[in-house]
């Protein structure tokens, strides 16, 4: 299973010809033949956010084999060490990172986080990411 950050998702659904969205396509097509795909209801929050509409994206989800997935307990508290982590390095947001509660759900399944947010390694150094500086 690779778990999918929002930003991977709206480059496979919503299209786009950024170089970003070059690589997500390019990069999903390396892993269909041996992965399966998932995603949490935070991305889901953030499609919705973006104006997405939900039959919309469930029938893109379907196309792309993308399984959502609910955030578990342990997911949840890796979000939340990542966050007071960053609150200590001098993190301006109060509110909990929704990055993080992504993350944190990947780290929780032990599957690598699909993303363009390479950032996320800081704070989640054992978690495998698939970002275009590691999988060019």
């Avoid at 991305?43 to 997935?69: C, K, W, Y």
Wanted: charged content about 25%; some cysteine; overall charge negative.
């Amino acid at each position: 299973m690779i778990l999918l950050d929002t930003n991977i998702i709206i480059d496979l659904i919503g299209g786009g010809e950024h170089h970003g969205a070059q690589w997500s396509r390019r990069t999903y097509e390396r892993f269909t033949e041996a992965e399966q795909f998932g995603c949490n209801l935070i991305v889901v929050a953030e499609l919705a956010a973006e104006g997405a509409p939900a039959n919309e994206v469930f029938r893109r989800f379907d196309t792309f084999r993308i399984e959502v997935l609910e955030l578990d307990v342990e997911g949840a508290f890796a979000a939340g060490r990542a966050h007071r982590a960053y609150r200590k390095r001098g993190g301006a947001r109060t509110a909990i990172l929704a990055d993080f509660l992504i993350a944190g759900h990947a780290e929780a399944l032990g599957a690598p986080l699909m993303t363009r947010d390479r950032r996320l390694g800081t704070y989640f150094p054992n978690l495998p990411l698939i970002t275009p500086e590691t999988h060019p």
